[in-house]
């Protein structure tokens, strides 16, 4: 399976970007997908993601109630619109799928298989 992720860009504090992950390849149907994000000088974190099926998704903290993660296999996409952004968010933005039975997996990078290439989004003050 091979990712590209895009949307990412410049946007000012409280603004909104929606980034788009998009499988080639293969279909991701049956994938678990992740977003992850690393800042300059900052290890990689989890951001959310959201299982095969799509009836499970999955939130760090400051993801929760500002970012949404949806997918779309008939597109081969996944979705992860984000508002109320602040600097705090700023980061070059990954996506990665993974097989997986476990929830507890899902913020665990090493679970993930496949990578996207990173798309940045930087939040101005």
């Known amino acids: 399976v091979q990712l590209q992720a895009s949307g990412g860009g410049l946007v000012q504090t409280g603004g909104s970007l929606r980034l788009s992950c998009v499988a080639s390849?293969?279909?991701?149907?049956?994938?678990?997908i992740g977003w992850f994000r690393q800042a300059p000088g900052k290890e990689r974190e989890f951001v959310a993601a959201?299982?095969?099926?799509?009836?499970?998704?999955f939130y760090a903290e400051p993801a929760k109630g500002r970012f949404t993660i949806s997918r779309d296999d008939a597109k081969n996409t996944v979705y992860l619109e984000m508002n109320s952004l602040n600097p705090e968010d700023t980061a070059a933005y990954y996506c990665a799928a993974g097989l997986f039975g476990n929830s507890r997996y899902f913020a665990q990078s090493n679970m993930y298989n496949y990578w996207g290439q990173g798309t940045q989004v930087t939040v101005s003050s």
């Open positions: 390849g293969r279909t991701f149907s049956g994938y678990n």
């Open positions: 959201i299982s095969w099926s799509g009836s499970n998704t």
